[in-house]
Every structure is written in structure tokens, then in C-alpha cells.
């Protein structure tokens, strides 16, 4: 009985970085716009109120309402989506930490744990752009 044999070595590296740079571009798309986009949204409060996912820990320390607070937040996320764009590498670190700590408050109001959970999934993707970046950085040097 005779087998047949592949000599198939696997994607060439040029093909290899140009899915790299796809998945880069998209990631980077993906968050430079959705942070731009609940940034916004917190003044308008088109896709949700915003205000309801503020731990009552939070609320109780704010000198101010937590509409002003979650005005604050949007021009911060709004910030570091454009920062996704201009930087990315130091975006895709500020957008992961953001999810994080978005996370964690949710968490404190002791409901919305799937979004807390969608979150810390969004802040792993934040930083994969990150080594994605990181990783074109240095083949780049090479």
C-alpha cells in the first residue's frame, strides 16, 4: 500500500506577516473605536444609561453626581481611543488596564458580572494588540 507524502512547509513568513498586520489593524480598529464610541456615549446615553454600572462604593466618595463622573470617564475614553490610534502600543496598554479597572467596578456593585467578564475578555484582546506590536517592533529591528 503506498502513502502519499506532502512537502507543504507551512505558510511563508511574508504571508505569516501580512495575517499579523490584518489582525493588528483590526485590533487596532476595534480599540481606538469602542472606546471612542462609549466615550461619546456617556454624554448621550444612546446605548445605555451609564450610570447604572457605578459601584454604590464609588458613588459614595464622588464630590460630584455620577453623571459628571461618567462624564469625566467618556472624555478619558475617548482620549485613549485616540491614543489607540497614535500609539498603539501605548493605546492598546492604557484601553487593557481601563477594561480592567472597568471590570473591577463592576464587580464591586455585586451585579453585572458578564459584562465584568466580557470586559477582562476585551482587556486580554487590548493587550494582544499590544504584543502583536510589540512582536512587529522587533522583526522589524531584526
Known amino acids: 500500500m503506498a502513502t502519499a507524502t506532502t512537502n507543504y512547509a507551512g505558510p511563508s513568513s511574508e504571508a505569516t ?8 489593524s483590526i485590533l487596532q480598529w476595534t480599540y ?9 456615549d456617556k454624554f448621550m446615553h444612546i446605548l445605555t444609561d451609564w450610570n447604572q454600572y457605578l459601584a454604590p462604593i464609588v458613588t459614595d ?12 470617564v467618556g472624555v478619558i ?12 502600543r501605548l493605546g492598546s496598554l492604557i484601553v487593557a488596564g481601563w477594561l480592567v479597572g472597568i471590570a473591577i467596578s463592576l464587580l464591586l456593585t455585586g451585579q ?3 459584562i465584568a467578564v466580557r470586559d477582562i475578555v476585551m482587556a ?11 512582536n ?5 529591528k531584526k
Do not use: W
Open 17 to 24: 506577516a501580512n495575517k499579523t498586520d490584518r489582525v493588528t
Open 32 to 40: 481606538g473605536l469602542v472606546p471612542i464610541v462609549a466615550g461619546a
Open 61 to 72: 466618595i464622588l464630590p460630584f453626581t455620577p453623571q459628571t463622573f461618567m462624564s469625566i
Open 77 to 88: 475614553e475617548i482620549i485613549a481611543g485616540i491614543i489607540v490610534f497614535v500609539k498603539p
Open 112 to 114: 453585572y458580572f458578564d
Open 124 to 134: 486580554i484582546g487590548a493587550f494582544c494588540l499590544f504584543l502583536l506590536l510589540d
Open 136 to 140: 512587529n517592533t522587533h522583526n522589524v
